[in-house]
Nanobody, 131 residues
């Protein structure tokens, strides 16, 4: 069981940068960032392995967003650069056992991106608005 608390959201201008944080109560989980815009489904953005050594990103954020984690501080980060109005959404961090995450993602083939059903633990979300 793990508890997750996001922070760092806010309003930023088009082209700006923002870093989101997610504090976690246990470092024994694979973690991910998702976002959900009004009227849209929750979208997986990036996944990071237990030790921070492996990352997966969806195409729309590759080269602009970076997921990282500091297991000494128990904080997950999402560095977001070159933000666009279409990045406006509620952002969530998620966690689950790596064996479970990998098993679920592998059923969709190599290079699959994270889905809501891959993760069982969620934070409350933090709002990002780009204008």
């Amino acid at each position: 069981h793990v508890q997750l608390v996001e922070s760092g959201g806010g309003s930023v201008q088009d082209g700006g940068s923002l870093t989101l944080s997610c504090g976690y109560s246990s470092s024994s989980y694979c973690m991910a960032w998702f976002r959900q815009a009004p009227g849209k489904e929750r979208e997986g953005l990036a996944v990071i392995d237990l030790g921070g050594g492996a990352e997966t990103y969806i195409d729309s954020v590759k080269g602009r967003f970076t997921i990282s984690r500091d297991n000494r501080k128990n904080i997950l980060y999402l560095q977001m650069n070159s933000l666009k109005p279409e990045d406006t959404a509620m952002y969530y961090c998620a966690a689950d056992a790596c064996a479970a995450v990998h098993g679920r993602m592998n059923t969709r083939g190599a290079g699959s991106t994270p889905k809501v059903t891959d993760f069982g633990y969620w934070g409350q979300g933090t709002q990002v608005t780009v204008s």
